[in-house]
């Protein structure tokens, strides 16, 4: 079975990124891209379905660091017999991949177990399995289809059963360095990875690292948080993935199991908006660029989501041979809500693209010429009912938090125009933008409680609507913002913690229920602190830094009567939240 969520950290080389337990074991390895079939899927299964275990046979004590501010990870395994340290790195290379598993004895001595099992296609197929030479080095090489994974270390583990088994003793002062390489079926067996490869990393990291600003409040949280998003963001594409995981379940046992390996332009418009405001504008243009390619052709084609080389095509399947993560089914891959329409997404991308031309981004004929088209093509549809932020699975709704986004995409527009002296229909898109605001005013507020509604036809409130204030709808300290985190208190606090809706009420045709959703807690800080309320916006943020797990890192949800990380992980909205809620506590 595999470990509580919370017991995972992630490394990755900015294609790709493997979830390492505190035991020692990768149980998950999509190669060689985010949204490729995993090759270590014990993950959503078991060690049968794919793993690469290097840990003490004894029971052992854990600490566990990332190496400054890389995503370099260092695990220490403390027996009664000694003490060992596990270092693990993915070290970026042009067209291989490479896992890099140095152990270094530190105290007496450890009896190690190492267990090395490929398994293809998210654990479905065994790969073809060979022993060869290559040069002096014996190595081992699975080959299944397009894959190639080539173990390599100064003791391989021997064939049992479909697994590759050793165990051995690492005395005080001793190394082993054991790489897996993913490459095409096809190259020739890879050479040996540059060892200096890691150290770079880590010096470019902290380089990297070290531009966010110095005052922030909650700085550690805010850098860690950063480099996860710069990892699940495409070195080559420019695609930011909302998680490297699929399936993980809002609910143990439960339906709500999506797959997050893909590129929404919500979670990545957010989460560029919280690496510029911590100063970071590279990644702005290679996002941009990204979207140019994704979103090309006709307008009414747009998609929420993408694949990570901008691909439009993500079918929702399950993957019956998979019993999923402790039981919970279905395993999906794909997203059906790929084909939905959720008028949000496009406020999200206008204000992110925003925020880029005042950081100093220059629009190109191409860039800003198919913001004008989105644009219009808003304003053609924008009287249209939609599944929301929230990928409702049941009736479309005129959703308050979508009409506010499709507002906040006009206005962006029109702050183009006015601000940085781009062309367009004004006229146009202003008439548009005052009527969506005379109609969230009228229709999606409830006047008898003081507060903005979910959509239109309910009574019922919804997290989102506490981002009104941070998308200049209103100002976070207006009565009726007030009124609306009051009934956010009253109906959604759970333990302390923000849910995103009232599952009861039926609105999402789904079946169960979930946790609280850890953005929307990081959403009630920014909103306590616009609106004056600074002592609980601080003592909240406290809290949430909290949950993190020992490494810094948060899943989607978080059950406060269990203790324990709920959803796919580690999650790019928690941690584009906790940026945002750190900036705006500054």
């Known amino acids: ?31 060689p891209r985010f949204d490729s079939p995993a090759s270590f899927a014990a993950l959503l299964g078991s060690e049968d379905h794919g793993r690469w275990l290097i840990g003490p046979v004894e029971k052992a004590r854990v600490t566990r660091r990332y190496v400054g501010d890389s995503p370099l990870l260092e695990t220490t395994f403390t027996t009664d017999s000694g003490c060992v340290r596990l270092l693990d790195a993915m070290p970026a290379d042009d067209g291989r991949h490479d896992l890099v598993r140095r152990l270094v004895g530190v105290e007496g001595t450890v009896r190690i177990r190492h267990d090395w099992v490929v398994r293809t296609g998210y654990g479905r197929v065994r790969p073809w399995v060979t022993r060869e030479q290559h040069g002096d080095t014996e190595v081992i090489v699975a080959v299944s289809g397009a894959d190639q994974l080539t173990l390599r270390g100064p003791r391989l583990p021997v064939g049992d059963g479909g697994h590759h088994r050793d165990e051995f003793e690492i005395a005080a002062g001793e190394e082993l360095t054991f790489t897996t390489t ?64 699929t399936s993980l379940p809002e609910e143990i046992g439960g339906e709500r199991n999506w797959d997050y390996r893909f590129c929404w332009l919500r979670d990545a418009a957010l989460t560029l908006e919280s690496l510029l405001t911590a100063g970071y504008t590279d990644e702005a243009r290679s996002w941009r660029r990204w979207l140019l390619r994704a979103a090309a052709g006709d307008p009414e084609d747009l998609q929420i989501m993408y694949a990570v080389d901008g691909g439009r095509e993500l079918p929702e399947r399950e993957l019956d041979h998979l019993p999923g993560y402790e039981g919970s089914l279905p395993v999906r891959v794909g997203n059906g809500a790929v084909g939905q329409r959720q008028l949000d997404v496009l406020g999200e991308v206008m204000i992110a693209l925003d925020q880029a031309r005042d950081c100093g981004l220059r629009e190109n004929r191409s860039s800003w010429g198919l913001q004008r088209a989105l644009l219009d093509q808003l304003v053609a549809d924008v009287d249209a009912p939609d599944h929301g932020l929230w990928e409702i699975r049941g009736p479309q709704q005129y959703f308050t938090h979508s009409r506010v986004m499709a507002w906040a995409a006009l206005d962006r527009g029109l702050r183009g125009i006015e601000h940085h002296g781009l062309s367009g229909p004004a006229d146009d898109w202003r008439a548009c933008r005052d009527a969506l605001r005379e109609e969230i005013e009228s229709r ?119 203790g324990r990380m709920l959803g796919n992980f580690p999650q790019a909205f928690s941690h584009l939240a906790l940026v945002r809620a750190a900036f705006d506590l500054r």
Do not use: K
Request: glycine residues 10%; aromatic residues 8%.
């Open 444 to 562: 999606g507020f409830d006047h008898e409680r003081g507060t903005f509604v979910q959509h239109r036809d309910t009574r019922e409130v919804d997290a989102a609507l506490l981002v009104l204030p941070g998308v200049g709808f209103l100002a976070g300290d207006d009565p009726r913002m007030l009124g609306t985190i009051r009934a956010v208190e009253e109906d959604l606090l759970h333990d302390g913690l923000v849910l995103r809706y009232r599952t009861e009420s039926g609105v999402d045709g789904l079946g169960g229920g979930e946790s609280p959703f850890l953005a929307c807690s990081f959403w009630l800080v920014s909103a306590y602190a616009a609106a004056g309320r600074r002592d609980d916006a601080e003592a909240l943020m406290e809290r949430l830094l909290a949950l993190t797990n020992d490494v810094g890192l948060l899943a989607e949800e978080y059950d406060p009567r269990a």
């Open 182 to 245: 993913w490459t095409p079926s096809w190259w020739d067996t890879p050479g040996p990875h540059e060892p200096e490869r890691a150290e770079r990393q880590v010096h470019d990291w902290q380089a990297w690292a070290d531009q966010c600003p110095d005052d922030v409040p909650h700085r550690d949280a805010v850098v860690r948080s950063l480099v996860t998003l710069r990892l699940m963001s495409h070195a080559d594409t420019g695609g930011i993935v909302a998680a490297p995981t």
């Open 1 to 31: 079975m595999s470990l509580p969520i919370e017991r995972y950290a992630v490394i990755g080389d900015r294609h790709t990124a493997a979830l390492v337990g505190d035991d020692g074991s990768i149980d998950w390895l999509c190669l």
